[in-house]
């Protein structure tokens, strides 16, 4: 089955998870990483919510050697398949002293164990209950290093939709998560960026944390 196939099978079968139809396009993996492309000298790196590994294949051509990259994904399915890339796909291959950890599970039990100089992070946060995004973005920013860059993406029209169809608790969890990501927005956020060529459009947002 073809990556974009399985994608939406698994969004019809888990869509609190999933969030999209398709996996993401090359232009939003590439506006994703741009931060992640600058970076000098060894790194630590974690992909929150990796999919069948369209943020991946982007990151891991800049991996160098002394690189680590933590790689999460909850799905074990579309893990499956991003395993099976780094097996078979020539773009997927790295130097020998690179260390890639393909990790099956939450990421809230992963990232609480190293500290990171970049994350990338897509996990569908207009999907979850405000407490689960005041947890995950208070983790993320806790293990990222000084200095370090989270880079989020957030669909730029869907949260519209679903706002003016919701109810009233959709609505009233909605600006809840905007209150919270806004305000984790007003200490961190550097950079945002729209990429049109995605379904849907997105917004890339790039946190630093203070170095
Ligand atoms: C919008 S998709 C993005 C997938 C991929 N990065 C892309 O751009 O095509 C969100 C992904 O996050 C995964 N996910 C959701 N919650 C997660 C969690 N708590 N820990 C790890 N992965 C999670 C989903 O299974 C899904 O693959």
């Known amino acids: 089955m073809s990556h974009q196939g399985l994608f939406l099978r698994q969004f019809f079968a888990d869509f609190f998870h999933i969030g999209a139809i398709l996996p993401s396009s090359r232009s939003l993996a590439r506006a994703a990483v741009a931060y992640?492309?600058?970076?000098?000298?060894?790194?630590?790196?974690?992909?929150a919510g990796a999919g069948t590994g369209a943020f991946t294949r982007e990151i891991v051509p800049l991996l160098q050697p002394g690189d680590t990259m933590d790689v999460v994904e909850?799905?074990?399915?579309?893990?499956?398949?991003?395993?099976?890339?780094?097996?078979?796909?020539?773009?997927?291959?790295?130097?020998?002293?690179?260390?890639?950890?393909?990790?099956?599970?939450?990421?809230?039990?992963?990232?609480?164990?190293?500290?990171?100089?970049?994350?990338?992070?897509?996990?569908?946060?207009?999907?979850?209950?405000?407490?689960?995004?005041?947890?995950?973005?208070e983790l993320m920013m806790a293990q990222l290093k000084p200095g370090g860059v989270f880079s989020y993406v957030h669909y730029i029209f869907i949260s519209r939709f679903k706002y003016l169809f919701g109810g009233s608790t959709v609505k009233a969890e909605m600006q809840a998560n905007r209150q919270i990501i806004g305000s984790f927005a007003a200490r961190?956020?550097?950079?945002?960026?729209?990429?049109?060529?995605?379904?849907?459009?997105?917004?890339?947002y790039f946190w630093q944390k203070p170095g």
């Open 188 to 204: 961190y956020q550097i950079q945002r960026r729209a990429v049109w060529l995605n379904i849907p459009p997105s917004w890339v």
């Open 74 to 137: 909850i799905n074990p399915k579309l893990m499956a398949t991003l395993r099976r890339r780094f097996e078979l796909e020539f773009g997927f291959q790295t130097p020998e002293d690179v260390a890639v950890n393909l990790i099956t599970n939450d990421v809230r039990h992963v990232a609480r164990n190293h500290q990171y100089d970049y994350i990338v992070f897509s996990l569908p946060l207009t999907n979850f209950p405000p407490a689960l995004v005041q947890e995950l973005l």
């Open 36 to 47: 992640l492309a600058q970076k000098q000298g060894p790194a630590r790196v974690l992909e």
